[in-house]
């Protein structure tokens, strides 16, 4: 195949993709955030990468083999079909995605209405990934969540 500046046609990942990294507790949601080149050992490809976490402090910068990565939304193609929770019909128990925090498969335990800053909707959820002593409950606004289908 060919290359143009050190870049295979074959590399399937790229800046601003956002991938799954397994950690001991599951798969974690992160974004390419820069490609190291063909750097690793026999040539393998290396990608920094940051973990999508809801906390600033607590995201985490890591440099990966591409072949450690899935890309996100071949893992999950609902992230990718999503409808967006600011106009969605939510209800109790539906099964949600906060991207914007840690990527957390969770489910709707109540809608609050449009009780947030300038009239957000805002909608209470529950984490259903971890064990069970780290299930948390919050509030998100509903944009911030994707509906899975």
Do not use: C, W
Request: charged share 30%; glycine share 12%.
């Amino acid at each position: 195949m060919a290359k143009k500046n050190g870049v295979g046609s074959a590399d399937r990942l790229r800046v601003g993709d956002r991938v799954l990294v397994q950690y001991p507790l599951g798969p974690v949601l992160a974004e390419v955030i820069e490609d190291r080149g063909h750097l690793g050992v026999g040539g393998r490809r290396i990608l920094r990468i940051r973990t999508l976490e809801a906390m600033e402090d607590i995201r985490q910068t890591l440099e990966v083999p591409e072949e450690e990565l899935l890309l996100a939304r071949e893992a999950n193609p609902a992230l990718y079909r999503p409808e967006k929770g600011g106009k969605a019909r939510l209800h109790a128990g539906q099964r949600v995605i906060a991207p914007s925090y840690g990527a957390t498969l969770a489910e709707i335990v109540e809608d609050r209405g449009s009780v947030g800053h300038g009239g957000r909707r805002i909608v209470r959820i529950r984490t259903l990934d971890g064990l069970e002593e780290e299930i948390r409950t919050f509030e998100v606004p509903a944009e911030d969540i994707i509906v899975l289908q």
